[in-house]
């Protein structure tokens, strides 16, 4: 079954002629381009790295917002049925696109009751006009996924690329929204900035420098649970050398655009080339066999680690 752009069925898309062939994507894009980022507290909130997917429905009792952010060439994409207001969301790094797209659509259908009760609405963030087009690659992956997709998916937004654009410094293109949130219940979808993105995120972040390339579920919805792992990465022959170099060096050593990434990128990263370094083998030293798991604190918003 196919993907469903502007009512008509869609077979494949392009992203080279996507913009010319779909002109009203930018006018949807427009109100998101135009509001600020909301910063987001840690109450209700499910925060989703790259390479991971998570999602819920309206019922949850702890989680009423999911976000990512740090999205440069990466796109978020919010898969949500209009019915029961199932949601998830990933942010595609370009890796296993269509085993990413395929658990987005297992946990809204565990989370529906009845499919006939409305449809799958599909929104796409992220990616500018960079030039190596590393976005473009990353959309059309996406695209490819969705049109192979068993099911019938409804292309709602994408504000992607060309549409999230700005040209600044020397005439270099940034990113406009670099993160979004959800509201689970009521559907809507802003900009979003979240200081605090959970529990183990230097060990989650390690996953993509030398781990598999599997997007990993982190959610556990049926118990309210994040669950982190547990997961193995190889050892880092170069960590050390990375660790000595300056914050412009590593940006350049191990970014798809150096010069767009946010500020926290490289203290992001330098945790993360630490945990690879101190902790060569995760299985043993931190998940030990087993999942970390963690409730929400339903006051703070603090996650909880869960003592086994």
Same mark, same amino acid.
């Given at each position: ?143 490819? /996924?969705l049109s192979d997709c068993q099911h019938n998916i409804y292309l709602v937004t994408a504000c992607i690329i060309n549409y999230n654009t700005v040209y600044k410094k020397d005439n270099k293109p940034f990113p406009v929204i670099y993160g979004? /949130?959800?509201?689970? /219940? ?109 409730n929400k604190d339903s006051s703070t918003g603090e996650w909880k680690l869960i003592q086994d």
């Open positions: 079954m196919p993907l469903f752009i502007e009512g008509d069925r869609v077979k494949s898309v392009n992203i080279d002629n996507f913009f010319a062939k779909f002109p009203a994507f930018k006018d949807s894009s427009m109100p998101y381009l135009q509001k600020s980022p909301k910063v987001i507290e840690p109450r209700g909130l499910l925060y989703i790295g790259q390479r991971e997917i998570g999602g819920t429905s309206p019922k949850d009792p702890a989680i009423s917002i999911l976000g990512s952010e740090d999205a440069t060439t990466c796109h978020i994409a919010i898969l949500r049925h209009t019915g029961s207001g199932a949601t998830s969301l990933i942010h595609f790094d370009g890796c296993c696109v269509r085993q990413g797209l395929d658990s987005m659509v297992k946990i809204v259908k565990d989370l529906t009751e009845d499919m006939s009760t409305g449809r799958l609405e599909m929104h796409l963030f992220g990616g500018f006009s960079d030039e190596r087009k590393n976005s473009h690659k990353v959309s059309n992956d996406i695209f490819r /996924a979004v /949130a959800v509201n689970v /219940a009521t559907g809507e979808i802003f900009p979003a900035t979240f200081p605090d993105k959970g529990p183990d995120y230097d060990v989650r972040c390690a996953r993509h420098f030398t781990g598999s390339k599997e997007n990993l579920t982190i959610y556990d919805y049926r118990r309210n649970e994040l669950t982190i792992g547990p997961f193995q990465y190889t050892k880092m022959s170069q960590v050390d050398m990375y660790l000595s170099l300056s914050d412009e060096q590593l940006k350049r050593f191990l970014s798809t655009s150096p010069d767009q990434e946010p500020e926290d990128f490289v203290q992001n990263v330098r945790a993360s080339l630490i945990c690879i370094r101190d902790c060569p083998n995760p299985m043993k030293t931190i998940f030990h066999g087993r999942p970390r798991r963690y």
